[in-house]
């Protein structure tokens, strides 16, 4: 292992030439990165973009609807990871708009840490209905498969928002504004699934990658693979987390997974429908589907459903096309304690992250990068 | 939810484990970790109460050292955020 001031150092030696443009796209990287301050301490043209990593901000508003409207049903007692809680949509007035509101207005919202938790109060509360509303990545996915093979007790059914983490970088990679020049690959993802899933990046489209795990070492060292490889010209997929990521990933996770799930075309809230983009449960657990158990259907007169709250400009802010600060609302309209959009609510939220390491006032988004430097 | 916490197990029963922390206790599951022997006392990254690899213990510490850190930050925000929250529900303010 090298330290953190040995890598800096290598980094500030590469000749670079030019504005290089490094995107993560995993929520605990961007608070490794802001945390650590570390985008004032590399030269001037490294410039570190938050892409996609947060899953609760790519939740479908529709979803989240879904999951409220299922809350205020008197039968169910709906549980979640606590992120989930406060994340508004475009619910009526009068109405609820966050899980968080349909539990003060007499709701059984139960905030969980891990998907055993939902098991457990589906076990205590027989007579209830208990749904498990699950966003998250191939991190939270795999520990869902495990919890569905272990055998699902009959009263609980499941509300499912996954996605995989890799096919919104395809996506920008597809499109004609890719936006970055070289790509952080999320540590414990490429854990599950193997890094494997991060080859095409290179390999099709010659942008360097490399798979980082949570500290500053690991981060750094990556960094330096990526920058090494843009100086040289010569794309690979660097493994700069081997304490974790191991080729094929986790082989009993990824059979549970493939067991448990289809992967799917899936709506990203604010971006679309991505193709191959998310998990949905197969057929053998239909009756384990809160969709299907409860009927759920679009209500296709619903105001504005699916779309951001108006001036919140978080899809833009999960695919890298601009800073959090350079979304008009941010600090000023939308805050943790009083969020506007889904990326200043979670934990991996972009939005969150900037405020919470000091970054609390908006710029106009033709100004020059300027990101945030954190102080930890 | 991805950065996930590295945990010791100090009990074992069947897929289930009491796994150790910074002196918290938790249950963890092993169910993901069919492939690799386990025993008490190995180290192991939780993630939403699933164990998802194996680590060493040097690994483990060294993982340890950076949460310290950021969860002592992230601790004193959560107090001011609650504090600032509360003078937002305060009378008078839109």
Redesign the interface.
Known sequence: ?TDPAAWLERIRALPLAGRVRVMNV???HE??IS?AGLRALLPPQVELIPGP?C?VCVCPEEDIYDAIALAQRDEVTLVA?G?MLRVPCNAPKAQPRSLEQARAAGGDVRPI?????AVRIARDNPARQVVFFMA??E??T??L???I??GLPDNLSILLSARLTWPAVAMLLASGEVGFDALVA????A??MGPEEWDFVPAAHNIPAAVA?????SLLASLYSVLRQHVEDRAFLDNCYP??V?PGG????RR?MDECFEVVDANWRGIGVLPASGFALRPHLAAHDARLRFDLAADPHRKRAGEMPPGCDCARVVLGRIYPDQCRLFGAAC????PVGPCMVS??GACRIWW?TGKRECRPEDAPPAPVTGD? | ????IPMRIVERDG?NARCEAKGVSR?V?L?????EPLEVGDFV?V????A??K??EA?AA??W??YD??LA??LA?DAA?RA??DA?ASPGHA
């Open positions: 292992m995993c929520g605990g608070r490794s945390r990593g899953p990871f992120d840490a891990s998907p055993a938790e998250g990545f991190t939270t795999a520990p498969a495990g919890m093979a272990e999320p540590g414990h993802v854990t599950v795990g949570f500290g500053a070492d304490v974790l191991r986790n082989p009993t996770a549970l805050t943790p304690s009083s934990d991996e919470s930890a | 939810m991805c950065l996930g897929f249950t599951s169910f993901l970790m069919q492939h990254m993630h939403t109460g699933y998802i690899e680590m060493t690994e060294s993982a050292e950076i850190e950021m930050i992230e925000e955020m600032a929250a937002a």
